[in-house]
């Protein structure tokens, strides 16, 4: 059964009218503000003050460093993990289970989830004590008050994202796909290659964009795990906005952000559906 046209309307009406007023609208004004002074006189001196000032770009440098160092760990891990639950757990039960607790800390506050990291991580703490007493290192680690320490934190929140997105490709993948490579004689490392993870690149991509744009706008936990000793992007947004009150220069950090992000996206989606074409 077919829908009319003003059926069609109605049911696209609502997100359309949704994302107009929560996403395009504000998006408008705050580029607008970008290009304003505080007494509304239309100028680009906040846009060339951030470009020539190398405070800025060294939080931007940091920002985006976390943030591919946070999407490849969570890449690896998360494919390794789907991997393993779709070819090698059998059990259903099994594997909603790991799958439940793999979710389970998502319904955790994040900021109590950085504070168990800071407990984990500190020098008295379980990561650092069990070194220590293995004998692997001579005196406690600085894991957190660091970008080691936001890495770590933030891949385990994030790692979720990737496990589920890169897991339900794997379990619709067509597995008559794999078999045939096994039968004409792939090795399991070749038949990877050149099978299965082609085809679960639509979860890569998908899982690889959601963990970096989450890693580029976390506020949260990178404000607790650096200790005040590290400043990204949100924060310094957050600090415009909420504590110098400079609206129209947390506008063009905000808008300068979002530029970086979505070219960097870009040049990331084109690099890997290139390389699925050259493999296909």
Do not use: C
Request: aromatic share 14%.
């Amino acid at each position: 059964m077919r829908i009319g046209r003003f059926e069609a309307f109605l049911l696209l009406s609502g997100p359309v009218l949704f994302i107009t007023l929560f996403f395009v609208i504000p998006l408008l004004v705050m580029g607008v503000a970008s290009f304003q002074t505080k007494a509304g006189v239309f100028t680009g001196a906040q846009y060339a003050k951030v470009a020539f000032d190398t405070y800025y770009w060294r939080v931007l440098g940091d920002t985006f460093e976390i943030a591919i160092w946070n999407m490849a760990i969570v890449f690896v891990l998360g494919y390794a993990i789907a991997y393993y639950l779709t070819f090698y757990v059998r059990s259903r039960l099994w594997r909603r289970l790991i799958y439940v607790m793999l979710v389970t800390p998502l319904f955790t506050s994040n900021i109590v989830r950085t504070f168990g990291w800071i407990v984990l991580l500190g020098r008295k703490g379980i990561v650092n004590e069990g070194l220590l007493a293995a004998g692997i290192i001579n005196a406690p680690l600085q894991l957190i008050f660091s970008k080691v320490g936001v890495i770590i934190s933030l891949a385990y929140i994030l790692l979720p994202f990737m496990v589920l997105i890169v897991g339900s490709v794997l379990q619709n993948m067509n597995r008559s796909l794999l078999d045939a490579a096994h039968d004409l004689g792939a090795r399991p490392i070749v038949a990877f290659l050149k099978v299965t993870f082609p085809l679960s690149l639509p979860g890569v991509i998908a899982g690889s964009l959601i963990v970096f744009t989450l890693s580029v706008s976390a506020y949260v936990t990178p404000s607790i795990m650096s200790g005040g000793r590290l400043n990204v992007m949100a924060m310094l947004i957050f600090d415009q906005y909420m504590v110098i009150f400079d609206y129209n220069l947390g506008a063009t950090l905000a808008i300068m952000l979002l530029a970086m992000t979505l070219l960097i996206m870009g040049v990331y989606v084109l690099v890997l559906e290139r390389r699925a074409r050259m493999t296909a």
